[in-house]
Structures are given as C-alpha cells and as structure tokens.
Nanobody, 119 residues
C-alpha cells in the first residue's frame, strides 16, 4: 500500500514537498510520481530507480527533484518554482518485481494528492 501526502495550495513560484511511503517490507525496483490534470492524460513527472538513477518529465526538469529515503520504501518529490500548469493530482507509483518472475514488474499506485498552484 502506498500513502502519499504533502499536496496543497501554493502561489506561483512557491515550493511543495510530496512524500510517499510504501507499507511493509518490499523489494521495490523503482518509484515514481505521475500527475493528471483535468481533461489530460496521466503523465510521468519523475522516476527514481533502485540504484539512484533518475528521470524527469521535460516540463519539470530543473525545478523538481525526486529522491528516496534511506530505507528505500519512501519517495519524495521536492517541487520548486511551481507554475499554474503544475496544478494536478499527483500519484505515487512503485514497481515491484513479481516473485515468480523478477523480470516482470507490477505497478502499485497511491491514492493521489492534489497540488494547486494559484494566486
């Protein structure tokens, strides 16, 4: 189970930090944040692999930073210089290897947290 928190209302140019915790002791291959604005498809915001490699969506690169906690079951998204177009529901994602075939990754999703950037 993934529990996300940290969303809210912020003015343009402000910052927010999202957190997501995966319950239990699990072997997580990768964790990520996606977002979905009204009327738009869900898009990747940022992803971090187990070895620390990161990937960012073009629109957030240089403004957002993804990181994982020391235990490996927590992921953070530091969002700086927020823009109105960053307004969306942000979803936490974890990819966990299937026990019978570790080459297959199973996606798990958190409940989503609303981020609104507005003056």
């Amino acid at each position: 189970q993934l529990q996300a928190s940290g969303g809210g209302l912020v003015q343009p140019g402000g910052s927010l930090r999202l957190s997501c915790v995966a319950s239990g002791s699990v072997d997580i291959a990768a964790m990520a944040w996606y977002r979905q604005a009204p009327g738009r498809q869900r898009e990747l915001v940022a992803k971090i692999l187990s070895l620390g490699r990161t990937r960012y969506g073009a629109s957030v690169r240089g403004r957002f930073t993804i990181s994982r906690g020391n235990g490996g079951n927590t992921v953070y998204l530091q969002m700086n210089r927020l823009r109105p177009e960053d307004t969306a529901v942000y979803y936490c994602n974890a990819q966990i290897p299937k026990p019978s075939d570790r080459t297959v990754l199973i996606d798990y999703w958190g409940q989503g947290t609303q981020v609104t950037v507005s003056s």
